[in-house]
């Protein structure tokens, strides 16, 4: 059974486009059964085209990437969640809608590539990326068809801290 996993941050343009882009990268590599989806609360409508050049950068397809509401993962016919991520602090202090299913919710924390100055922002996006490949490369490598919900809840903590 696939294992949905729905990756937040506020613009849905930067830090949970390349999470959901890394996500799926690494379980289509990993052969695992899992989906990333990534939304946002007040999306901008378009994708950082550093997040874009970030992924490509790093050989993850990148087609059909797009910001887009948390609104289309609590209507009727979403998919459903098993864990919801946040990645940025402002998502993460938002009072987020109820998700059908009850997911485990965790927060990992990203600073905004978007803020650095315009000379370093495809170094940023970079370092960007690699932090979160490296937690969403473990996120894979989790038994999530034997874990109940408190054990992912527990290893999606222990993750945010190493």
């Known amino acids: 059974m696939t294992t949905n996993v729905l990756i937040l941050c506020t613009h849905n343009s930067a830090r949970s486009v390349l999470s959901e882009g890394l996500l799926n990268h690494w379980a289509r590599r990993l052969g695992r059964d899992i989906r990333a989806f990534s939304a946002g609360s007040a999306p901008s409508g378009r994708v950082n085209p550093h997040a874009l050049q970030a992924l ?85 490598l989790l038994p999530l068809d034997t874990m109940s919900d408190a054990e992912l809840q527990q290893a999606l903590h222990a993750i945010s801290t190493s």
Request: include cysteine; proline fraction near 8%; hydrophobic fraction near 40%.
């Open 56 to 140: 490509a950068k790093a050989g993850i397809d990148t087609d059909g990437c797009r910001s887009k509401s948390w609104d289309e993962f609590i209507a009727e016919g979403a998919p459903r969640m098993r864990a919801v991520i946040t990645v940025c602090d402002s998502a993460a202090a938002e009072q987020c809608p109820y998700w059908p299913g009850s997911p485990v919710k965790v927060h990992w924390g990203y600073a905004d590539p978007s803020n650095a100055p315009e000379a370093d922002k495809p170094q940023a996006f970079e370092l960007t990326r690699d932090a979160i490949g490296y937690r969403m490369l473990q996120l894979a």
